[in-house]
C-alpha cells in the first residue's frame, strides 16, 4: 500500500531553497515519482554552501529548474516539472490536482498566500478538494515543520503572533547617528536611494543596485569611523536574510 501511495502520490513543492532541496531529495529517495517544484529565484553564490542540488556552473540559472534536473540524473523514474515563477502565477484549478502541499519558503507574504488559496479551494461536498499543507521554516539552529489541514486545523494565519519580529532601526539613527554596518546599509537603501533615483524602484535582486548601495554604505562608515561593511551584510539587511544552516535545513525536511 505505502509503495502504491507513493507511486501514484502527486506532491507540490514550493520553494527550491536550502528546504526546498533537502525536501525534493527526500521525497525522490523515498520514492514518491510525481513532484512539481516552483521557485522564483535564480542560483547566487551564496547559495552554494547548503543548497546541494546547485554547482558554480548553474549559478544565474533557475532554482527549480536546476534542481529538477540534478534529481532526475540520480534517482532514475522520478517525474519532476519545474516551474520557475511566483506561486501566484497559478489558480486554483493548478493547485487541485495535487494529494499534497509542501512549504519550504522564507517569505511570510507567500506562506500566507498559499494559505489562503488552500483554504479557499476547500469544498464541504468534495473531500479531495482539501489539499494537506505541510509548511517547514529555518532560523539558524532552529526549525519548525507541522501539518496543516485546511478548514480542519488551525491554519497558518493563526499562528502569525508567534513569528519573530523583522529588526527595524531608527530613522534619526541611520540619518545622524550611526553606530553599526547595518545603520549605513540602510542609510544607504532608505534615505539615499530614494532621494537620488526617485523614479527608479530599488531592486534586492539586482547585483548592480547591491553593488551601488554597498559602495555608498562603506563610505558612509568610513567617515563616520565604522568597520564592518561588507557586500554580504548589505544583501542581508537589504533583502532581510534570515541565517541559514545546512543541518537545520536537514533536520527540518527530514521531519
Same mark, same amino acid.
Given at each position: 500500500?505505502?509503495?502504491?501511495?507513493?507511486?501514484?502520490?502527486?506532491?507540490?513543492?514550493?520553494?527550491?531553497?536550502?528546504?526546498?532541496?533537502?525536501?525534493?531529495? #527526500?521525497?525522490?529517495?523515498?520514492?514518491? $515519482?510525481?513532484? $512539481?517544484?516552483?521557485?522564483?529565484? %535564480? =542560483?547566487?553564490?551564496?547559495?552554494?554552501?547548503?543548497?546541494?542540488?546547485?554547482?558554480?556552473?548553474?549559478?544565474?540559472?533557475?532554482?527549480?529548474?536546476?534542481?529538477?534536473? !540534478?534529481?532526475?540524473?540520480?534517482?532514475?523514474?522520478?517525474? =519532476?516539472?519545474?516551474? $520557475?515563477?511566483?506561486?501566484?502565477?497559478?489558480?486554483?484549478?493548478?493547485?487541485?490536482? !495535487?494529494?499534497?502541499?509542501?512549504?519550504?519558503?522564507?517569505?511570510?507574504? +507567500?506562506?500566507?498566500?498559499?494559505?489562503? %488559496?488552500?483554504? #479557499?479551494?476547500?469544498?464541504?461536498?468534495?473531500?479531495?478538494?482539501?489539499?494537506?499543507?505541510?509548511?517547514?521554516?529555518?532560523?539558524?539552529?532552529?526549525?519548525?515543520?507541522?501539518?496543516?489541514?485546511?478548514?480542519?486545523?488551525?491554519?497558518?494565519?493563526?499562528?502569525?503572533?508567534?513569528?519573530?519580529?523583522? %529588526?527595524?532601526?531608527?530613522?534619526?539613527?541611520?540619518?545622524?547617528?550611526?553606530?553599526?554596518?547595518? $545603520?549605513?546599509?540602510?542609510?544607504?537603501?532608505?534615505?539615499?536611494?530614494?532621494?537620488? !533615483?526617485?523614479?527608479?524602484?530599488?531592486? #534586492?535582486? #539586482?547585483?548592480?543596485? =547591491?553593488?551601488?548601495?554597498?559602495?555608498?554604505?562603506?563610505?558612509? +562608515?568610513?567617515?563616520?569611523?565604522? %568597520?564592518?561593511?561588507?557586500?554580504?551584510?548589505?544583501?542581508?539587511?537589504?533583502?532581510?536574510?534570515?541565517?541559514?544552516?545546512?543541518?537545520?535545513?536537514?533536520?527540518? +525536511?527530514?521531519?
Amino acid at each position: 500500500v505505502k509503495h502504491f501511495l507513493r507511486t501514484q502520490c502527486k506532491i507540490l513543492v514550493i520553494g527550491a531553497g536550502g528546504l526546498g532541496c533537502e525536501i525534493l531529495a #527526500n521525497l525522490a529517495l523515498s520514492g514518491f $515519482h510525481h513532484i $512539481h517544484i516552483i521557485d522564483m529565484d %535564480t =542560483i547566487d553564490v551564496s547559495n552554494l554552501n547548503r543548497q546541494f542540488l546547485f554547482r558554480e556552473a548553474d549559478v544565474g540559472r533557475p532554482k527549480a529548474e536546476v534542481a529538477a534536473e !540534478f534529481v532526475r540524473r540520480r534517482v532514475p523514474g522520478v517525474d =519532476i516539472t519545474p516551474y $520557475h515563477g511566483k506561486i501566484q502565477d497559478k489558480d486554483e484549478q493548478y493547485y487541485m490536482q !495535487f494529494n499534497l502541499v509542501i512549504c519550504g519558503l522564507d517569505s511570510v507574504e +507567500a506562506r500566507r498566500w498559499i494559505n489562503a %488559496t488552500l483554504v #479557499n479551494m476547500v469544498d464541504e461536498e468534495d473531500p479531495e478538494s482539501l489539499k494537506p499543507l505541510i509548511d517547514g521554516g529555518t532560523e539558524g539552529f532552529k526549525g519548525q515543520a507541522r501539518v496543516i489541514l485546511p478548514t480542519v486545523t488551525s491554519c497558518y494565519e493563526c499562528s502569525l503572533d508567534m513569528l519573530s519580529r523583522q %529588526t527595524t532601526y531608527p530613522i534619526c539613527t541611520i540619518a545622524n547617528t550611526p553606530r553599526l554596518p547595518e $545603520h549605513c546599509i540602510e542609510w544607504a537603501s532608505v534615505l539615499e536611494w530614494p532621494r537620488l !533615483f526617485p523614479d527608479t524602484k530599488l531592486d #534586492n535582486d #539586482n547585483p548592480d543596485h =547591491i553593488q551601488w548601495l554597498y559602495d555608498q554604505a562603506a563610505a558612509r +562608515a568610513d567617515s563616520f569611523g565604522i %568597520t564592518g561593511v561588507t557586500w554580504g551584510l548589505t544583501q542581508g539587511v537589504v533583502k532581510n536574510i534570515i541565517p541559514a544552516i545546512a543541518s537545520t535545513n536537514a533536520i527540518v +525536511a527530514a521531519a
